[in-house]
């Protein structure tokens, strides 16, 4: 068995040191490029959302080298995000790939036998103790919350730092490092060491830099490729930004919370006023954290999401009356199969000289 | 003192000359044709004649091939369309509110209040309904497009139009066209079609207030403005350098700066030989698409590397 798992953001760590701890041979599919978009779309439906487009391709492009199982997290829920991994399965296999599918789904939709049967697939392959199984997916949850706070981390401060660009390339080159290893352990020491040397970062607290909120549909809010580096860009200008959703946020309230009904209750609960019910995906956590970035002094909010994406179109429609109400920008940002750049940046500087002349600066330059 | 503000558009390149008191004095509007650099260089030697390059204190760039043309001409200030545009209205009207443009490929809404932007929205992911699209229909009619306005507005009876989608507007032309309707009604469907689709669609969510300036390469349109006009059920105002606002915006925004000396490499660069050339970068996953200028065969710069390994060594 050699597994594979399509990328989000830093997924692609968290996932290859669980298999690293197991002893599972895998294979990060490449980095999500053009190739990717592009073999993606050639297979998939032309109507469907950008995530499929590029997971298909990641698919492929892992198959090419050699995986013949896909681990996957399902959904039950009103977002077609749902319908992803029977969709992917059926594709595939009518391009002849012979593969296995491991769907992971929440045990209330699956039940806890066929969970635990879909587990028992992964685990059966193997080769150590129950223990050190335990401890691999210990270890892998720790790494993968070090790395979305590391990264967190970076984003928050790139605001304030004095010397451009240390912050990113401080993220970037502990990534590079993350991948030249195997071992969990060394993994852990890595991503301490490095949140040192982010905390040292030479700063400057008087920066006071505009701080904006990323929100949105999960998968393009992460995963950079798909919403052409937003983030990198934010850091680039100066600009502290703060984005709640990551892997480790999904697997500690999709996973851990949701059996106790507490999944993302904050943010839920701010979102009542707004928007009292789920409808699907991310959308009321769209919501929410609109509300509570208002409230937690940050200058704005951008919001991004595929084409055609359902719950996002809801809350795109609600943040209007929020930023109404509230007198707090929010730019919409939708993505789809297009890579040109100029429209993009040019949103996103229009939006960041709007928030800077709200504050009542004359003129930021370029 | 003059200030020289360059939009370098999808459709059209426009340069305008200003002077302290942001009065126009000379202005060029040339077609992009896809080629940025050669159309800067074509507006520079109708302009080099009229203005001195010692003359100029201050430069600034806009449009979406800003970027490019701050590096070809040395600019002071490089902004986005959506400043740019608010700056050279707000600089005619304090009191104006709503800003819809619509240039060659994208439409825009900016409200404003106090004279400041608290809000834009651009098109998303689809050109209906901007200047390419007329400019297509104008010339599939054998109409010259300066005329087009003029036809909507001898028409009696409009003809209804699709225009959610640019494809599809054009075939519901067709059709109605082959029933025999006049092409003036169509034309005019065709502008309250663009209209209906922009206050849908752009200006979805928006509180359109007036005073409405309406600018960019469209505003020519006289059935544009009339359509907005009675969508709206107010005065739009069009001002007298509607095609080149963005241009105005971006010297004036370069005369704000007021620093002390310019970056400005001089009009003569309209008869220096720059080439363009392309390759994909093969250094990570990402392989970006970077774009090479050169200058007698010696490489200038690069644009369109995420990660700086080539435009970095290059300072812009």
């Known amino acids: 068995m050699k597994v594979t798992f399509p990328h989000m953001g830093n997924v692609y760590i968290g996932a290859k040191f669980l298999m690293d701890g197991l002893g599972i041979d895998y294979v990060i599919p490449p980095f999500n490029s053009k190739r990717a978009l592009e073999i993606g779309s050639l297979y998939s439906p032309e109507e469907i959302c950008l995530p499929f487009k590029i997971m298909m391709g990641n698919y492929i492009e892992s198959i090419e080298r050699g995986a013949d199982t896909i681990i996957l997290t399902g959904s039950c829920g009103p977002c077609r995000f749902g319908e992803y991994a029977e969709l992917q399965m059926k594709i595939l296999k009518k391009l002849g790939k012979n593969l296995d599918f491991i769907v992971l789904d929440l045990p209330s939709d699956i039940g806890f036998d066929e969970l635990k049967r879909r587990i028992n697939k992964i685990s059966s392959q193997s080769p150590k103790s129950k223990k050190e199984k335990y401890m691999a997916l210990v270890n892998a949850y720790r790494i993968i919350g070090l790395i979305d706070a590391l990264e967190a981390k970076a984003h928050e401060r790139a605001g304030y730092e004095v010397n451009k660009g240390e912050c990113k390339c401080l993220l970037n080159e502990c990534k590079r490092k993350l991948l030249d290893t195997n071992n969990p352990k060394e993994a852990i020491s890595i991503l301490k060491e490095y949140h040192k040397k982010m905390d040292e970062v030479e700063i400057s607290r008087e920066k006071n830099p505009i701080r904006v909120a990323i929100i949105g549909e999960i998968y393009t809010i992460i995963e950079p490729f798909s919403n052409l580096y937003i983030e990198d860009k934010l850091m680039e200008m100066g600009v502290s930004t703060k984005r709640t959703l990551s892997p480790s946020w999904w697997v500690y309230n999709t996973v851990l919370l949701s059996p106790f009904g507490l999944t993302a209750k904050r943010i839920r609960d701010a979102a009542k006023e707004y928007l009292p019910l789920g409808v699907g995906g991310h959308g009321q956590e769209c919501v929410g954290e609109a509300i509570l970035s208002y409230e937690e002094g940050f200058d704005g909010a951008i919001q991004i999401f595929p084409l055609g994406c359902m719950p996002e179109i809801v809350s795109k429609s609600i943040l209007p009356s929020i930023a109404r109400d509230k007198n707090f920008p929010i730019l919409s940002l939708v993505v789809d199969e297009m890579t040109g750049e100029a429209g993009y940046q040019t949103r996103l500087e229009a939006f960041i000289d709007l928030l800077e002349r709200r504050r009542g600066y004359v003129l930021s330059g370029n | ?316």
């Open chain 2, 1 to 316: 003192m003059y200030y020289l503000g360059i939009d370098v558009g999808s459709v059209s390149t426009d340069i305008v000359v200003i002077d302290e008191n942001f009065n126009v004095v000379e202005s060029v509007y040339l077609r992009t044709k896809g080629r940025p650099i050669k159309a800067v260089q074509e507006g520079f030697k109708i302009i080099k004649d009229k203005v001195k390059s010692a003359d100029i204190a201050g430069v600034g760039t806009t449009g979406s091939g800003r970027h490019i043309a701050a590096f070809l001409v040395g600019a002071d200030v490089v902004k986005n369309e959506i400043t740019s545009h608010a700056v050279a209205a707000l600089s005619l009207d304090k009191d104006v509110r709503t800003i819809i443009e619509i240039g060659g490929q994208d439409s825009k809404i900016i409200t404003l209040e106090n004279g400041m932007i608290t809000d834009f929205a651009m098109n998303t992911v689809c050109a209906a309904g901007t200047g390419s699209f007329l400019d297509r229909q104008a010339e599939r009619l054998e109409i010259p497009i300066e005329e087009f306005g003029d036809y909507a507005l001898k028409s009696k009876n409009p003809v209804r139009i699709a225009g959610r989608c640019a494809v599809f507007a054009e075939s519901d032309m067709i059709h109605k066209q082959q029933l025999g309707f006049a092409v003036e009604d169509i034309i005019r469907g065709l502008c309250e079609a663009l209209v209906r689709n922009y206050l849908n669609n752009v200006a979805k969510g928006k509180d359109i207030k007036s005073k409405i300036f309406f600018q960019g390469g469209v505003a020519a349109n006289k059935g544009m403005k009339r359509a907005f006009e009675e969508a709206l059920g107010c005065e739009v105002f069009v001002p007298k350098h509607y095609n080149m606002m963005g241009a105005i915006g971006a010297a004036i925004l370069s005369a704000e700066k007021r620093s002390k000396w310019t970056n400005f490499k001089g009009f003569e660069i309209a008869d220096v030989n720059y080439e363009t050339a392309s390759f994909e970068c093969n250094g990570c996953s990402n392989l970006c698409e970077v774009a090479v200028i050169k200058c007698e065969d010696k490489v200038i710069g690069y644009f369109g590397d995420r990660c700086g390994r080539h435009s970095g060594k290059v300072a812009v």
